[in-house]
């Protein structure tokens, strides 16, 4: 075979036609039966190339108009997970590329035999290095495009920019970063591999040596390992699920220490288990001993590998279940009924001096309403330090507590120094723009106002069930009487006020308690028209450099609408791209030591079938092998991702959120089961090379 091959060879020359037609069979060779690595590859330029192009996204433009600062920060922080994901990622192909090189040690020694030059060859794996990189990113770039541009068209029609606002999201910057950083790892792990092939003797690349085996300790040792693995996980889990390892870094280290000694013994030890499943199966079972010898011999030369997978498995459990998560709590989609607010205006001359202002602009006929929204405090010279009492409600939500109706904390509604009041009509006008029932009260009625970012559903229900019965409570010594329901609506654009707890009372209540003294609040709603010309986005944009012009401060919509998609955005892409980056490098790893290590064992196989196996008993065994391969590490992920997630939302959500800690919880386990079902779509992949593999050893070959 090699004779035809190297008749037209040239040895001691540069590369030439012959060797680039030897390149590029290699090369083709190599991609065909290393399908599943330039797949993870080919997807690893994408992810890169995404993150990278995340400045130019329609999303990011916005809001570096709206939240600079915050967007700032965050493009100053991609840099290092680039970094971070290149130094993985140079060992995932230095260690895949080790493998590969080591299957193909016979090769080289037969060229070096033939009289090729070592810096020949050198030249020509270099070579076909370089072409597979060229083919991968002239492949993977076009999709990183497309993609990308994908990406930015559905965030720019979700925060409602439209088609019309759409910029092409094309980055050269980010396909230079991204086509520069691919090619420095690979020719980093290049280097390094070919100066080990280079420095060894053709006898030593022509003998095939095998591995000797590792030496068995006793099984109890590996028994003891077990169990100390799992407690030191139960004690890592136990200190950041409890918030201890959150309070000092000191805390946080010792944490991440019994994790990483818990995981790495825990492997260790699943040796004695093993054993155990070799001694107890069932004799009559086909190749059932071989099928158990296979993974405890997997697990004993491999253990740390697959560790540390099981550890990057987490991660990606981890990154994606959070991230995503939190994403969705500041996305919540709360009514939008507000375009502008005009900020703080101390009387009713004043607010009639911002409406004049706007006539003399011309602005005011974009509005299609514009009304005042006044808050003020309680004032009263008559017992000032008790300004409300509701007795009577909080007595009525006890009861409901204690017959097992919710288990809420009512401590906003006890008595209290500071109350603040809004007038019936000012809030009328607000449900009026929502397209609501305006509120009906009697003159010694009041309703309850909660704002929407700290009234949950639940507790929202049992208020308005206590507040069927109309409870009497006291506000400066006089008795009035609550109804419902609660109400939430935000009385701004923004976060300009947020106020907890306050009462919606008749205005001439209002104008008694508050004494005359209040803030008004000019609040606008745009016109439909000017809307439905363009978008939300743009309508609210365009009228923002008009209104830039007349002086006045304002805050509009898109403030406040900015600060949940920096957050949804920092959460979302920042963590679902580091699960991806995490997960691809974990499973590349884990399939191609599996399929290459399934070829160096070939022999074996191959006297199983002389011995009469048939090709689905090989099939069959491979694919349990391959089960529990990656079913170990991904197991032990899944189940410490259930900890490490709730570790996660405990140490990085705000006070607020964790009101809804539980909601979170839930949907971070339903995307990680999603993850599981992805995960299982790999080791099918994975199965299906095994089975192919296998298939060309049912040839018997003659062996000399």
């Not at 296979?294 to 994606?320: D, K, M, N, P, Y």
């Given at each position: 075979?090699?004779?035809?091959?190297?008749?037209?060879?040239?040895?001691?020359?540069?590369?030439?036609?012959?060797t680039?037609?030897?390149?590029?069979?290699?090369s083709?060779?190599?991609?065909?039966?290393?399908?599943?690595?330039?797949?993870?590859?080919?997807?690893?330029?994408?992810?890169?190339?995404?993150?990278?192009?995340?400045p130019?996204?329609d999303?990011?433009?916005?809001?570096?108009?709206?939240?600079?600062?915050?967007?700032?920060?965050?493009?100053?922080?991609?840099?290092?997970?680039?970094?971070?994901?290149?130094?993985?990622?140079?060992?995932?192909?230095?260690?895949?590329?080790?493998?590969?090189?080591?299957?193909?040690?016979?090769?080289?020694?037969?060229?070096?035999?033939?009289?090729?030059?070592?810096?020949?060859?050198?030249?020509?794996?270099?070579?076909?290095?370089f072409w597979?990189?060229?083919?991968?990113?002239?492949?993977?770039?076009?999709?990183?495009?497309?993609l990308?541009?994908?990406?930015?068209?559905?965030?720019?029609?979700?925060?409602?920019?439209?088609?019309?606002?759409?910029?092409?999201?094309?980055?050269?910057?980010?396909?230079?970063?991204?086509?520069?950083?691919?090619?420095?790892?690979?020719f980093?792990?290049?280097l390094?591999?070919?100066?080990?092939?280079?420095?060894?003797?053709?006898?030593?690349?022509?003998?095939?040596?095998p591995?000797?085996?590792?030496?068995?300790?006793?099984?109890?040792?590996?028994?003891?390992?077990?169990?100390?693995?799992?407690?030191?996980?139960?004690?890592?889990?136990?200190?950041v699920?409890?918030?201890?390892a959150?309070?000092?870094?000191?805390?946080?280290?010792?944490?991440?220490?019994f994790?990483?000694?818990?995981?790495?013994?825990?492997?260790?030890?699943l040796?004695?288990?093993?054993?155990?499943?070799?001694?107890?199966?069932?004799?009559?079972?086909?190749?059932?001993?071989?099928?158990?010898?296979?993974?405890?011999?997997?697990?004993?030369?491999?253990?740390?590998?697959?560790?540390?997978?099981?550890?990057?498995?987490?991660?990606?459990?981890?990154?994606?279940?959070s991230g995503?998560?939190?994403?969705?709590?500041?996305?919540?989609?709360?009514?939008?009924?507000?375009?502008?607010t005009?900020?703080?205006?101390?009387?009713?001359?004043e607010?009639?001096?911002?409406?004049?202002?706007?006539?003399?602009?011309?602005?005011?006929?974009?509005?299609?309403?514009?009304?005042?929204?006044?808050?003020g405090m309680?004032?009263?010279?008559?017992?000032?330090?008790?300004?409300?009492?509701?007795?009577?409600?909080?007595?009525?939500?006890?009861?409901?507590?204690?017959?097992?109706?919710?288990?809420?904390?009512?401590?906003?509604?006890?008595?209290?120094?500071?109350?603040?009041?809004?007038?019936?009509?000012?809030?009328?006008r607000?449900?009026a723009?929502?397209?609501?029932?305006?509120l009906?009260?009697?003159?010694?009625?009041?309703?309850?106002?909660?704002?929407?970012e700290?009234?949950?559903?639940e507790?929202?229900?049992?208020?308005?069930?206590?507040?069927?019965?109309?409870?009497e409570?006291?506000?400066?010594?006089?008795?009035?009487?609550?109804?419902?329901?609660?109400?939430?609506?935000?009385?701004?654009?923004?976060?300009?006020?947020?106020?907890?707890?306050?009462?919606?009372?008749p205005?001439?209540?209002?104008?008694?308690?508050?004494?005359?003294s209040?803030?008004i609040?000019?609040?606008?709603?745009?016109?439909?028209?000017?809307?439905?010309?363009?978008?939300?986005?743009?309508?609210?944009?365009?009228?923002?450099?008009?209104?830039?012009?007349t002086?006045?401060?304002?805050?509009s919509?898109?403030?406040?609408?900015?600060?949940?998609?920096?957050?949804?955005?920092?959460?979302?892409y920042?963590?679902?791209?580091?699960?991806?980056?995490?997960?691809?490098?974990?499973?590349?790893?884990?399939?191609?030591?599996?399929?290459?290590?399934?070829?160096?064992?070939?022999?074996?196989?191959?006297?199983?079938?002389?011995?009469?196996?048939?090709?689905?008993?090989?099939?069959?065994?491979?694919?349990?092998?391959?089960?529990?391969?990656?079913?170990?590490?991904?197991?032990?992920?899944?189940?410490?991702?259930?900890?490490?997630?709730?570790?996660?939302?405990?140490?990085?959500?705000?006070?607020?959120?964790?009101?809804?800690?539980?909601?979170?919880?839930?949907?971070?386990?339903?995307?990680?089961?999603?993850?599981?079902?992805?995960?299982?779509?790999?080791?099918?992949?994975?199965?299906?090379?095994?089975?192919?593999?296998?298939?060309?050893?049912?040839?018997?070959?003659?062996?000399?």
């Amino acid at each position: 075979m090699f004779s035809k091959l190297f008749s037209k060879f040239d040895y001691t020359g540069g590369i030439g036609q012959n060797t680039s037609r030897l390149v590029s069979r290699n090369s083709r060779r190599d991609r065909k039966e290393n399908g599943l690595f330039f797949g993870s590859l080919l997807a690893t330029i994408v992810a890169f190339y995404i993150i990278l192009a995340l400045p130019r996204q329609d999303v990011m433009i916005f809001l570096s108009e709206m939240e600079s600062d915050a967007v700032n920060k965050l493009m100053s922080i991609i840099p290092v997970f680039y970094g971070m994901a290149l130094f993985i990622l140079f060992f995932l192909i230095y260690y895949a590329s080790k493998l590969r090189m080591e299957r193909r040690k016979h090769e080289f020694g037969v060229y070096l035999m033939m009289g090729m030059r070592r810096s020949r060859l050198f030249l020509m794996l270099l070579a076909e290095d370089f072409w597979n990189s060229v083919i991968l990113l002239a492949v993977g770039l076009p999709v990183s495009l497309l993609l990308s541009e994908l990406i930015s068209l559905i965030t720019a029609r979700l925060v409602g920019i439209g088609i019309v606002g759409h910029q092409v999201s094309f980055s050269l910057p980010a396909m230079l970063w991204t086509a520069g950083g691919f090619f420095l790892v690979k020719f980093a792990a290049f280097l390094i591999l070919s100066g080990k092939i280079s420095r060894q003797e053709i006898d030593s690349l022509l003998a095939e040596m095998p591995k000797g085996e590792k030496k068995q300790l006793p099984a109890p040792l590996y028994a003891a390992s077990l169990i100390a693995g799992i407690i030191c996980l139960a004690i890592a889990y136990g200190m950041v699920n409890r918030g201890e390892a959150w309070l000092y870094i000191r805390q946080m280290g010792i944490a991440v220490m019994f994790g990483l000694i818990g995981t790495m013994a825990f492997f260790w030890g699943l040796r004695f288990p093993i054993g155990l499943l070799v001694k107890a199966g069932k004799h009559d079972r086909k190749l059932h001993v071989f099928h158990f010898r296979q993974v405890e011999e997997t697990v004993i030369h491999r253990s740390g590998l697959l560790a540390v997978c099981s550890l990057l498995i987490l991660a990606a459990l981890c990154c994606f279940g959070s991230g995503v998560s939190i994403a969705g709590f500041y996305g919540r989609s709360e009514p939008h009924v507000l375009d502008y607010t005009f900020m703080y205006l101390e009387s009713r001359e004043e607010a009639a001096a911002a409406r004049q202002k706007l006539a003399d602009f011309g602005l005011d006929s974009r509005f299609s309403d514009l009304f005042e929204m006044k808050v003020g405090m309680f004032r009263s010279e008559k017992e000032p330090e008790n300004a409300l009492n509701m007795d009577s409600l909080l007595s009525a939500l006890e009861e409901m507590q204690s017959s097992g109706a919710g288990n809420q904390s009512w401590g906003y509604l006890e008595s209290r120094d500071s109350l603040w009041l809004i007038p019936q009509s000012s809030y009328n006008r607000l449900l009026a723009a929502a397209g609501m029932p305006e509120l009906e009260l009697a003159a010694d009625e009041a309703a309850i106002y909660a704002d929407s970012e700290f009234s949950l559903e639940e507790r929202n229900q049992m208020l308005n069930r206590a507040l069927e019965t109309r409870p009497e409570a006291m506000m400066g010594g006089k008795v009035f009487y609550l109804t419902g329901p609660v109400q939430t609506i935000n009385l701004v654009t923004d976060r300009s006020i947020t106020l907890i707890f306050a009462l919606i009372v008749p205005d001439k209540m209002f104008e008694y308690y508050t004494q005359g003294s209040y803030e008004i609040y000019l609040n606008g709603v745009l016109d439909k028209g000017a809307i439905e010309k363009g978008s939300l986005m743009s309508a609210i944009s365009d009228m923002n450099k008009e209104l830039n012009k007349t002086g006045l401060s304002y805050e509009s919509y898109l403030q406040n609408m900015g600060r949940q998609l920096f957050y949804m955005v920092s959460a979302s892409y920042i963590t679902i791209y580091l699960a991806v980056i995490f997960l691809i490098i974990a499973d590349t790893i884990i399939g191609v030591q599996f399929l290459m290590g399934q070829q160096n064992v070939n022999r074996r196989y191959r006297t199983l079938i002389r011995l009469g196996a048939s090709y689905e008993n090989l099939c069959g065994t491979a694919r349990r092998q391959i089960n529990w391969y990656f079913g170990i590490p991904t197991a032990v992920a899944a189940c410490s991702s259930v900890f490490g997630v709730r570790a996660l939302l405990t140490g990085l959500l705000s006070a607020d959120a964790k009101e809804n800690f539980l909601q979170m919880t839930m949907l971070s386990m339903v995307l990680i089961l999603g993850l599981c079902v992805l995960e299982y779509s790999y080791i099918a992949a994975v199965k299906h090379y095994s089975d192919r593999y296998l298939l060309t050893l049912m040839e018997m070959e003659r062996e000399e």
